[in-house]
């Protein structure tokens, strides 16, 4: 997809937040996972939520995890979504327990459900940018 037609928002990448798009861009889910006590936070923070550890790992996730909460947007506030109305925006909790949101896939709006088991498809939407949305878990899969 060119550049030029990309009209929707796209992330302010920041030094603290990098590796996370970094990894997206290689199709893969990494947080933050803290070296003191092992929990996984998101989003990004120079500090553990928990213990207050400066030091983290970026891990691999399973890219796994349950619509906590959604909403479906029936108007338009960018250009780039026009075309895509009405359109969901879903909150994910991840087994490893941070809370993503995204935008749901492969499924339609009126059958979107809580705790909808679910896994991270990548979309590239531009040469730089990777975004992480979610489509329901196929049995077999
Ligand atoms: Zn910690």
Partial sequence: MA?????????AISSL??????????????LQKCD?????????????PQCWSRKSSWSRMSGRGRVNSW???????????????PYN???????????LLTNLVGIANDQI????????????VTSEVTLAKFRPV???S
């Fill in 3 to 11: 550049e030029a037609q990309y009209q929707k928002p796209l992330p």
């Fill in 36 to 48: 003191g006590c092992g929990c996984v936070s998101y989003p990004p923070s120079p500090l553990c």
């Fill in 71 to 85: 909403v479906v947007f029936h108007q338009s506030y960018y250009r780039g979504f026009d075309n895509e109305l």
């Fill in 17 to 30: 937040n990098k590796p996370f798009w970094d990894a997206l861009k290689k199709h893969e889910l990494r």
């Fill in 113 to 124: 459900y809580g705790g909808m088991p679910v896994e991270i498809v990548f979309e590239d």
């Fill in 89 to 99: 925006v879903a909150e994910v909790e991840l087994d490893e327990g941070p809370r």
């Fill in 138 to 140: 196929t049995s077999g």
